[in-house]
């Protein structure tokens, strides 16, 4: 495509975001960070150096404690230092050099990914954000299990007061457009607790999905459970995997012609059964879409499915297996049809009745001896 030239005809006043920021710092953040980091570069220029919490917060019409997430949000990330009095009472914001915090050493925080809270000791404690402590949720399994628990009052306090979590839910909150109900916390209190993800991961894989066009939480536990049995816990290995998996998502819309929209959740299932069930590579699975087109003129994952369990029953991994069954079918076939050929022949509507059975010396002797 050609390239598009920017420019304007009035002359209002802008503000410099720095291009370290919009490179490897906006794609990760949730929106609402995003604005409130803008809205801070801009105080800087006009404002006199000078704002506060419940401004930027009236500006956005959010509350102060969304401000807070998002300062301590950038804080983590490196994009910003919060400044507090001997009572913890926030008195600055330090906007960082973003260039010389990526370029300080292989000891800081990558510039790409905001650094992880630190773990909490097994079996001890966890500190919320105002330093009172509750007990953590104790996790008797380390294996999710297929029953999910109810988590109770306490346990569901102390997740809320956990800054991991409650940032986590206040970040799924913005992208679902809707306040989380208990079933819906319950499912991202699973992920953290008992899956093992980390928050980041958490954020992740609501963001991919949401991306993906699917918003359903339960759409959303679905991969969870499926990143869970692959050994993912880890974005750089979630994204491995979404390469992976992307590759022969796309390559099944492209053999069945499907273009302009995403593949819809019943799809995603049967993809996710030839993948993750059967273990099909990409090629047996195109071979599979290509013959229903030829069959039904039409893209249906139900004829597909047919065929490739059908494969999977005859133990079918490769496109020689393939080959190797359709001559066997063929060659049955064809013995099937020459047998129906010769039965065919031999009961035809010259000899399709039962014969009469007499012998013909006995009837001449009765027709001589018998008098008229």
């Given at each position: 495509?050609?390239?598009?030239?920017?420019?304007?005809?009035?002359?209002?006043?802008y503000?410099?975001?720095?291009?370290?920021?919009?490179?490897?710092?906006?794609?990760d953040?949730?929106?609402?960070?995003?604005?409130?980091?803008?809205?801070?570069?801009?105080?800087?220029?006009?404002?006199?150096n000078?704002?506060?919490?419940?401004?930027?917060?009236?500006?956005?019409?959010?509350?102060?404690?969304?401000?807070?997430r998002?300062?301590?949000?950038?804080?983590?990330?490196?994009?910003?230092?919060?400044?507090?009095?001997?009572?913890?009472?926030?008195?600055?914001?330090?906007?960082?050099?973003?260039?010389?915090?990526?370029?300080?050493?292989?000891?800081?925080?990558?510039?790409?990914?905001?650094?992880?809270?630190p773990?909490?000791?097994?079996?001890?404690?966890?500190?919320?954000?105002?330093?009172?402590?509750?007990?953590?949720?104790?996790?008797?399994?380390?294996?999710?299990?297929?029953?999910?628990?109810?988590?109770?009052?306490?346990?569901?306090?102390?997740?809320?007061?956990?800054?991991?979590?409650?940032?986590?839910?206040?970040?799924?909150?913005?992208?679902?457009?809707?306040?989380?109900?208990?079933?819906?916390?319950?499912?991202?209190?699973?992920?953290?607790?008992?899956?093992?993800?980390?928050?980041?991961?958490?954020?992740y894989?609501?963001?991919?999905?949401?991306?993906?066009?699917?918003?359903?939480?339960?759409?959303?536990?679905?991969?969870?459970?499926?990143?869970?049995?692959?050994?993912?816990?880890t974005?750089?290995?979630?994204?491995?995997?979404?390469?992976?998996?992307?590759?022969?998502?796309?390559?099944?819309?492209?053999?069945?012609?499907?273009?302009?929209?995403?593949?819809?959740?019943?799809?995603?299932?049967?993809?996710?059964?030839?993948?993750?069930e059967?273990?099909?590579?990409?090629?047996?699975?195109?071979?599979?879409?290509?013959?229903?087109?030829?069959?039904?003129?039409?893209?249906s994952?139900?004829?597909?499915d047919?065929?490739?369990?059908?494969?999977?029953?005859?133990?079918?991994?490769?496109?020689?297996?393939?080959?190797?069954?359709?001559?066997?079918?063929?060659?049955?076939?064809?013995?099937?049809?020459?047998?129906?050929?010769?039965?065919?022949?031999?009961?035809?509507?010259?000899?399709?009745?039962?014969?009469?059975?007499?012998?013909?010396?006995?009837?001449?002797?009765?027709?001589?001896?018998?008098?008229?």
């Open positions: 495509m050609a390239t598009i030239e920017l420019r304007t005809n009035h002359s209002c006043t503000v410099g975001v720095p291009n370290i920021f919009i490179d490897n710092y906006m794609a953040a949730n929106g609402e960070f995003v604005k409130v980091y803008l809205y801070l570069l801009r105080c800087m220029n006009t404002n006199g000078s704002v506060s919490i419940s401004a930027i917060a009236d500006h956005f019409n959010n509350t102060e404690k969304d401000v807070m998002a300062l301590k949000y950038w804080e983590k990330a490196g994009v910003l230092s919060l400044e507090s009095d001997s009572s913890n009472r926030l008195t600055g914001v330090c906007l960082n050099d973003l260039n010389a915090y990526a370029a300080s050493g292989p000891d800081a925080v990558p510039a790409q990914t905001p650094a992880k809270a773990a909490a000791p097994d079996k001890t404690i966890l500190a919320a954000a105002d330093n009172t402590v509750y007990a953590k949720p104790s996790t008797a399994k380390t294996k999710p299990e297929g029953k999910r628990r109810e988590y109770s009052l306490d346990e569901v306090k102390a997740f809320c007061n956990n800054h991991e979590v409650s940032e986590l839910l206040f970040i799924i909150e913005t992208y679902l457009k809707h306040p989380l109900n208990s079933a819906e916390m319950n499912t991202i209190f699973f992920w953290y607790d008992t899956l093992h993800f980390s928050g980041e991961l958490i954020e894989l609501v963001e991919y999905c949401i991306t993906n066009g699917h918003s359903s939480l339960r759409y959303m536990d679905k991969v969870a459970l499926g990143w869970s049995d692959n050994g993912i816990h974005i750089d290995k979630a994204k491995e995997h979404i390469s992976i998996h992307s590759k022969t998502y796309f390559s099944i819309m492209k053999a069945f012609g499907i273009s302009g929209r995403n593949l819809a959740d019943s799809e995603m299932t049967f993809v996710h059964k030839w993948t993750k059967y273990h099909f590579d990409t090629e047996l699975i195109q071979e599979a879409c290509k013959r229903t087109i030829s069959a039904t003129q039409k893209p994952f139900e004829y597909a047919s065929i490739l369990t059908n494969w999977h029953n005859n133990k079918v991994h490769t496109l020689n297996d393939v080959t190797a069954l359709d001559e066997n079918y063929n060659k049955t076939k064809r013995s099937t049809a020459g047998t129906s050929s010769s039965a065919a022949a031999k009961k035809n509507k010259f000899n399709n009745f039962n014969q009469r059975a007499y012998d013909p010396d006995a009837l001449e002797k009765v027709l001589l001896t018998t008098s008229v």
